[in-house]
């Protein structure tokens, strides 16, 4: 019967450089056989010296497993194919380059990537498994900045972006893919642009789009690889189940003031971010990076660490960050690592999982959709352009700023006095109950936290909340007032 064997990128060098050779054979063990007599080096890289196939190569007779069927005695039909598959570099990027042959790369290519080239770790196989690769980005902010600029030099050659934003002056400190003359331009466009400068050879996707449970699936679908640069919680679990149900591996990266969070959550091998995470934790809790504030480089560690697993996945590298969490310190500059264990109970990835499709993730974790926390009752509010005028007449109020003092110290409302929120309640001794208070943060919404707190511990005087903040009275009364 004629059989054809596939052989891998790996090993083709062992059988004349041929992706398919095509044997007479009546079982597979035969077809090894006839195979490793024409070309004997293969030999050895498939058999040990008892004869046995060696552990780390598997040989699939069309989809089946041999060693889960008779072994080599299994028999072939006109037409089978049996194919290699050794699992020494990390299984899927192998199996890849069965299924489909490599792009080649061409001069100019050859020579851009020619540090890449050099090493036997990429060499020209590797450097086109990367262009063969494709990888899909949820976000380009601080985390998709350096991930999509070294995936793009690295020559990944197909890449998505998803984003929604606009690029804002408080970017620039950390998402160093935009520019200054990008200000006010989408992201994706001006991320788009830096990419296709960086490396002309590659392919780039624009999604302009929020990732939603409606999206996500068909967006995964068509990527070999997600990383997630998210900076929050809904969609950090959106894009942990969508790789889950969608058997994508997830190279998830975190970060908050100096501290930052690296993994990479694959099902099919080993936890996923639920495993690690079930449950989010309640909204507020955990302040975000516009409230918290992170150091500019942070993002850049943990995002080129990012790329770097992405990397190693596209090569077939071994030591995968599977069921491996590292914790950086950039403020004292210490590496830890922590094992990590698949969760058999598990609600999306475990034995018995409840989680079959994607669910509304906003109301998962706890959070009004699209929008700041809105205070329980119903606030006195004054506009910055009215709490002037107030000024200006010499009405008797008093300005409570509830920022903490190092903001203060960026930007302030003359005449105001500094009570931080955390300390709001103890200090309540130090707002006058019988003077109208105005109280303002830098947007407006922890001065309505303030104004809930005080009314909850019992102060009779009156509060209202200045809308927007400080940002407010510097767009609106006075310019110079900086902008943070
Ligand atoms: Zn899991």
Not at 303 to 331: H, P, S, V, Y
Not at 437 to 446: D, E, F, P, S, Y
């Amino acid at each position: 019967m004629p059989v054809t064997i596939s052989i891998p990128a790996p090993l083709r060098q062992f059988a004349g450089g041929q992706s398919q050779i095509v044997v007479e054979a009546k079982t597979a063990g035969e077809a090894l056989d006839s195979l490793t007599s024409t070309h004997a080096a293969l030999r050895r890289h498939l058999y040990n010296d008892q004869n046995v196939l060696r552990n780390f190569v598997n040989v699939y007779l069309n989809d089946e497993d041999i060693r889960h069927a008779s072994g080599p005695d299994t028999p072939v039909k006109d037409g089978d194919t049996i194919m290699i598959v050794p699992s020494i570099a990390g299984g899927s990027a192998i199996e890849s380059d069965v299924k489909e042959a490599l792009p080649e790369l061409s001069n100019e290519e050859i020579l851009r990537y020619s540090r890449h080239l050099i090493m036997p770790e990429v060499g020209m196989q590797g450097q086109r498994r990367l262009k063969a690769a494709s990888v899909l980005m949820i976000g380009t902010g601080g985390l998709g900045a350096p991930l999509g600029m070294y995936l793009a030099a690295a020559g990944v050659g197909r890449i998505g972006i998803v984003d929604f934003d606009v690029v804002e002056e408080s970017n620039l400190q950390r998402q160093i893919i935009h520019g200054t003359k990008d200000l006010g331009r989408r992201k994706i466009e001006s991320a788009r642009d830096r990419l296709r400068d960086i490396n002309p050879h590659i392919e780039i996707e624009t999604h302009e789009a929020r990732l939603t449970s409606q999206n996500a699936m068909r967006l995964f679908r068509n990527y070999d690889i997600v990383v997630d640069g998210t900076d929050n919680f809904p969609t950090r679990y959106l894009v942990n189940d969508a790789c889950v149900l969608s058997g994508k591996p997830n190279v998830y990266g975190s970060i908050f003031r100096f501290e930052g969070q690296a993994s990479l959550f694959w099902a099919e091998k080993g936890a996923c971010y639920r495993c690690l995470y079930p449950e989010p934790p309640p909204p507020g809790l955990v302040p975000s990076c516009a409230e918290g504030g992170v150091l500019g480089v942070l993002p850049g560690i943990v995002g080129a660490i990012q790329a770097n697993e992405t990397i190693k996945i596209i090569l077939g590298a071994e030591d995968l960050m599977i069921n491996r969490l590292l914790l950086f310190d950039a403020w004292t500059m210490k590496f830890r690592e922590f094992k990590l264990r698949k969760d058999p109970k598990c609600p999306v990835c475990g034995e018995q999982p409840t989680i079959k499709e994607l669910i509304d993730y906003e109301e998962f974790c706890g959070v009004a959709p699209h929008q700041a926390p809105q205070p329980e009752s119903k606030l006195d509010e004054i506009s910055a352009t009215e709490l002037n005028a107030r000024r200006l007449r010499g009405d008797r109020i008093q300005i409570v700023d509830v920022r903490e003092p190092h903001e203060f110290e960026i930007a302030k409302i003359p005449g105001t006095k500094l009570i931080p929120l955390g300390q709001v309640v103890t200090r309540m001794n130090e707002i006058d109950p019988e003077v109208e208070a105005i109280v303002h943060c830098k947007g407006g919404v922890r001065s309505a936290k303030a104004i809930e707190a005080l009314k909850r511990a019992g102060f009779q005087g009156r509060l209202i909340n200045l809308k927007g903040g400080i940002t407010a009275w510097s767009e609106d009364v006075d310019p110079r007032v900086p902008k943070y």
